[in-house]
């Protein structure tokens, strides 16, 4: 099975940074990753997908990056409520349907 | 719009079977041409995809899991189904039923999620 790793596991960052989260395929998944964020207490939401399409209504200061096995979800200019954890998932070929672990960001 | 909701008992006893009931409201769902899914979150913990059904009845499951997992779809009622059977307090979790957005062969991303029922293992 395909293993998606993620890095770092947390980080803090301060109002106004540029922030990025890294996440890596075991194997080659093209472009089928997706991100989502989980606020505390909250439902995860869905970021983007193939990669770099951003969902509606998503903020446009997310952006997504990346194909084959090395992805990176970019936040532009970090706000107070992107406080959250942020989860890739790939969605290639036949399940299983794998996770990243998560990324914990804080605000410094 | 399109909305979910989980349904089923918070509290199960050690070895029983959890079951619970996803109810898709404001869409039809035999409309999705992909397969609707079903995740879990363990206190403090990340996700993990437990499986997923297509309208017609077609299922994934996660190898992990795969000897203790029943979804099934009904239709008429607009509902999909979750079993696990044999629990244990590993499988006190947070347990999400989901709209898949699109998907490449059975694997899907999911857009729109039920608002999560906590379901506790205990005696």
């Known amino acids: 099975d395909i293993q998606m790793t993620q890095s770092p596991s947390s980080l803090s960052a301060s109002v106004g940074d540029r922030v990025t989260i890294t996440c890596r395929a075991s194997?080659?998944?093209?472009?089928?990753l997706a991100w989502y964020q989980q606020k505390p207490g909250k439902v995860p939401k869905l970021l983007i997908y193939?990669?770099?399409t951003l969902q509606s209504g998503v903020p446009s200061r997310f952006s997504g990056s990346g194909s084959g096995t090395d992805f990176t979800l970019t936040i532009s200019s970090l706000q107070p409520e992107d406080v959250a954890t942020y989860y890739c998932?790939?969605?290639?070929?036949?399940?299983?349907?794998?996770f990243g672990q998560g990324t914990r960001l804080e605000i410094k | 719009q399109l909305q979910l909701q989980e349904s089923g008992p918070g509290l199960v006893k050690p070895s029983e079977t959890l079951s619970l009931t996803c109810t898709v409201s404001?869409?039809?769902?035999?409309?999705?041409?992909?397969?609707w899914g079903w995740i879990r979150q363990p206190p403090g913990k990340g996700l993990e995809w437990i499986g997923s059904?297509?309208?017609?009845?077609?299922?994934y499951y996660n190898p992990s899991l795969k000897s203790r997992v029943t979804i099934s779809v009904d239709t008429s009622k607009n509902q999909f189904s979750l079993k696990l059977s044999s629990v244990t307090a590993a499988d006190t979790a947070v347990y999400y039923c989901?709209?898949?957005?699109?998907?490449?062969?059975?694997?899907?991303?999911?857009?729109?999620w039920g608002q999560g029922t906590m379901v506790t293992v205990s005696s």
């Open positions: 989901a709209r898949p957005g699109d998907c490449s062969g059975g694997s899907c991303y999911f857009d729109i």
């Open positions: 194997q080659g998944i093209s472009n089928y």
């Open positions: 059904i297509y309208y017609s009845g077609s299922t």
């Open positions: 998932q790939k969605y290639n070929s036949a399940p299983p349907i794998t």
């Open positions: 193939a990669a770099s």
């Open positions: 404001g869409g039809s769902i035999s409309s999705s041409s992909y397969y």
